[in-house]
């Protein structure tokens, strides 16, 4: 089988979601993936051109996999310049996992278009690759779509619903513009009322460690299990023990969140907002709410969920699972492969 290269700007224990995804992609059982190997570097000086290609071409790979974007990468277009490099000037065959583009800034999505020079393209949602095919339809037959997986494996036996710890949870990244302020205000809410039992578990950067710490300031009244850059082994546990995991995206829910696949496979409800990336798939397994009527949305279906209904959202939860998804990282990584095998 040929060699293959993956490139990352992030990798564990980075907090990165794609670099976890990464991680989890190269730590596959797949038989083929000893054919990989992992160049994983925080250093994207544009003065370092040379050096990387130097550097990337003692692989003696014959195709190039650019994970993107990443943290690691920063505002560095030197991922771009790699692309063009070998896109156009080298017989490599160079492919983009582009993991967001129609959500991000005018400037990065400007930075951006320099990846469509890529000879292949891989999306994480049909959603993004349909943006593209509009924006470049003369490339269309470059972009694939691979849907992917939560990096948080599922505990071996789920709790029932009325053995499950929280009542209510968060789960993901905490940093700016994840809704955070939406869950401090539910949880004010449910217990001026009444007794709820909640945590927050996620990832903290440390340039936004302030951030939570206001945050957390602003809202004394509350009380809250905090379980920050924990393992995945525990993260799994405490999601196993959360009725409802609440994710207040101010985008709404897609496909791609990694929070969200990661509630589901541990038996979590998961209560969120809408937004354009919302599937008929993801309406079936999701309730949603708006910020305005949050608390009360969730109050409700505290006190009126049965058994029966939890029983029957998790069976649509399954079947979303192992129909739409990849079956394994491993089945990932036979996908890559094909995609390399491509003809565009």
Not at 48 to 54: A, C, D, E, G, N
Not at 203 to 211: A, D, I, K, M, P
Not at 254 to 269: C, H, M
Not at 315 to 337: A, F, G, H, M, T
């Amino acid at each position: 089988m040929k060699k293959k290269l993956m490139i990352t700007g992030s990798f564990p224990p980075d907090i990165c979601g794609v670099g976890d995804y990464t991680s989890c992609f190269m730590s596959s059982h797949d038989t083929g993936i000893e054919n990989w190997s992992l160049y994983y570097s925080k250093e994207w000086s544009l003065k370092l051109l040379k050096k990387k290609i130097s550097v990337l071409n003692s692989y003696n790979t014959e195709s190039i996999f650019l994970q993107y974007p990443t943290q690691g990468y920063g505002w560095s277009l030197l991922p771009q310049i790699i692309c063009i490099y070998y896109s156009i000037f080298t017989n490599k065959k160079f492919v983009v996992i582009l993991h967001e583009f129609s959500q991000r800034s005018l400037k990065a999505k400007l930075a951006t278009l320099f990846l469509f020079f890529a000879n292949e393209i891989i999306f994480t949602t049909d959603f993004e690759r349909n943006y593209s095919k509009k924006l470049f339809p003369f490339i269309s037959k470059r972009f694939h779509t691979i849907k992917i997986l939560s990096n948080i494996k599922a505990v071996k036996d789920l709790h029932k619903w009325e053995d499950r710890k929280y009542d209510l949870m968060y789960f993901g990244h905490i940093r700016p513009s994840k809704g955070l302020e939406d869950v401090f205000q539910v949880v004010l809410d449910l217990q001026r009322a009444k007794t709820v039992k909640v945590a927050i578990v996620g990832q903290v950067l440390s340039e936004f460690e302030s951030y939570f710490t206001d945050l957390k300031g602003k809202y004394k009244e509350v009380i809250i299990d905090y379980y920050l850059n924990e393992t995945s082994d525990l993260v799994s546990c405490l999601l196993n023990n959360a009725k409802i995991v609440f994710l207040p995206f101010p985008d709404g829910i897609s496909e791609r969140r990694g929070s969200f696949l990661a509630a589901i496979t541990n038996g979590a409800l998961v209560v969120t907002y809408r937004g354009r990336f919302v599937t008929s798939s993801l309406e079936c397994i999701c309730f949603f709410t708006t910020p305005n009527k949050a608390s009360i949305f969730i109050s409700h279906l505290l006190k009126s969920i049965t058994k029966d209904d939890y029983t029957e959202k998790r069976l649509l939860q399954k079947r979303y699972l192992e129909n739409e998804l990849p079956s394994s990282w491993s089945s990932i990584v036979k996908l890559y492969n094909e995609v390399v095998e491509h003809d565009s």
